[in-house]
């Protein structure tokens, strides 16, 4: 691992007033290294989250206990968690984090099977629920007719979708499906919802849509 070294591992910047002594350079932040080695044992998923100053007044539990709740396959959604629990503690205060989540799989017998069970389908059926928010640029040629032109702040379109997120996650998985169709049909602003009888896109096969919509499908 590279380290810088020691004459430049503090970044140097200077305050100048009009005063001498304030012109002296300071070290404003380390550049250094700091490095922790953990063992983790095949078979497991671990969580990741990179927290700033802002966020430290959420403690190790409530971090482990959003990391539970969205892993092992929604990093962005306990991100957007954790930032949004910070800022309803911290009102007009500049809230950011990062999540991963690690999956290690054991190798040996079985994996291949493992493998051949999670392959990956070679097309999906896809339903999605759309908000819009004010300051779009351009026109939505998708745009669900009949929609009034939103009011809401891309801000508050993201914390409306976590919430109804976290709401089916937490029912029976049995259900789930028509449970969020209903959302569809109710809340969607895309056209789509109106498509009978799925309300959803339809099929989308591998490498016939955006990355990110494909990698959530």
């Given at each position: 691992?590279?380290?810088?070294?020691?004459?430049?591992?503090?970044?140097?910047?200077?305050?100048?007033?009009?005063?001498?002594?304030?012109?002296?350079?300071?070290?404003?932040?380390?550049?250094?290294l700091s490095a922790e080695v953990v063992e983790l044992e095949p078979g497991t998923c671990v969580?990741?989250?990179?927290?700033?100053?802002?966020?430290?007044?959420?403690?190790?539990?409530?971090?482990?206990?959003?990391?539970?709740?969205?892993?092992?396959?929604?990093?962005?959604?306990?991100?957007?968690?954790?930032?949004?629990?910070?800022?309803?503690?911290?009102?007009?205060?500049?809230?950011?984090?990062?999540?991963?989540?690690?999956?290690?799989?054991?190798?040996?017998?079985?994996?291949?099977?493992?493998?051949?069970?999670?392959?990956?389908?070679?097309?999906?059926?896809?339903?999605?629920?759309?908000?819009?928010?004010?300051?779009?640029?351009?026109?939505?040629?998708?745009?669900?007719?009949?929609?009034?032109?939103?009011?809401?702040?891309?801000?508050?379109?993201?914390?409306?979708?976590?919430e109804l997120l976290e709401e089916l996650a937490s029912q029976d998985p049995k259900t789930l499906?028509?449970?969020?169709?209903?959302?569809?049909?109710?809340?969607?602003?895309?056209?789509?919802?109106?498509?009978?009888?799925?309300?959803?896109?339809?099929?989308?096969?591998?490498?016939?849509?955006?990355?990110?919509?494909?990698?959530?499908?």
């Amino acid at each position: 691992l590279w380290v810088p070294a020691p004459a430049d591992e503090a970044l140097r910047v200077t305050r100048a007033l009009g005063c001498k002594d304030l012109k002296t350079p300071t070290a404003l932040l380390s550049a250094g290294l700091s490095a922790e080695v953990v063992e983790l044992e095949p078979g497991t998923c671990v969580g990741i989250a990179l927290l700033p100053n802002s966020l430290s007044s959420l403690g190790d539990a409530e971090v482990a206990r959003q990391l539970a709740r969205h892993g092992p396959h929604r990093p962005r959604a306990a991100a957007l968690r954790l930032a949004l629990e910070g800022s309803d503690r911290a009102p007009g205060t500049a809230m950011g984090t990062v999540c991963a989540f690690l999956d290690f799989e054991a190798t040996g017998i079985g994996g291949t099977a493992k493998r051949a069970r999670m392959a990956k389908p070679e097309r999906v059926r896809i339903s999605h629920i759309l908000l819009r928010w004010v300051g779009l640029k351009g026109e939505d040629e998708f745009a669900r007719p009949g929609i009034e032109l939103p009011t809401r702040t891309q801000a508050l379109a993201e914390r409306e979708l976590l919430e109804l997120l976290e709401e089916l996650a937490s029912q029976d998985p049995k259900t789930l499906g028509a449970k969020f169709k209903a959302q569809v049909l109710k809340r969607s602003e895309c056209a789509s919802a109106l498509n009978v009888p799925y309300a959803d896109l339809g099929w989308i096969e591998q490498g016939g849509a955006e990355p990110p919509l494909e990698a959530a499908a």
